[in-house]
């Protein structure tokens, strides 16, 4: 069974930092963009950071400056450093990740069960 498991999140004063892992298990064959969304409580879930597996990241204008994602291909591990903290950033935080379990078969997508994440002003 093939999964992504996020770790990690908990609560943080402002301007504090949190790293969140997610960890993809299973029979794997190759990962490719990877992606961590949020959703706040009564919101959309929304696009935070993109890391494709040749390393190209991407991030939403309110955390550029801020967060990181970086991923380690060999651990299947990616993460998502949170630095400069704010209120607004609380939010359920999920993986999301495009696999194959092998050579020829279609690509999957894959989300986590999500990490909360708040942040206390």
């Known amino acids: 069974q093939v999964q992504l498991v996020e770790s990690g999140g908990g609560l943080v004063r402002a301007g504090g930092s949190l790293t969140l892992s997610c960890e993809a298990s299973?029979?794997?064959?190759?990962?490719?963009?990877v992606a961590w969304y949020r959703q706040a409580p009564g919101k959309q879930r929304d696009l935070v950071a993109t890391?494709?597996?040749?390393?190209?990241?991407n991030y939403a204008d309110s955390v550029k400056g801020r967060f990181a994602i970086s991923r380690d291909n060999a651990k299947k591990i990616i993460y998502l450093q949170m630095n400069s903290l704010k209120p607004e950033d609380t939010a359920v935080y999920y993986c999301n990740a495009n696999l194959r379990t092998s050579y020829n078969t279609q690509p999957l997508e894959l989300w986590g069960q999500g990490t909360p994440v708040t942040v206390s002003s």
């Open positions: 890391i494709t597996n040749g390393g190209r990241t």
């Open positions: 299973g029979n794997i064959f190759v990962i490719y963009t």
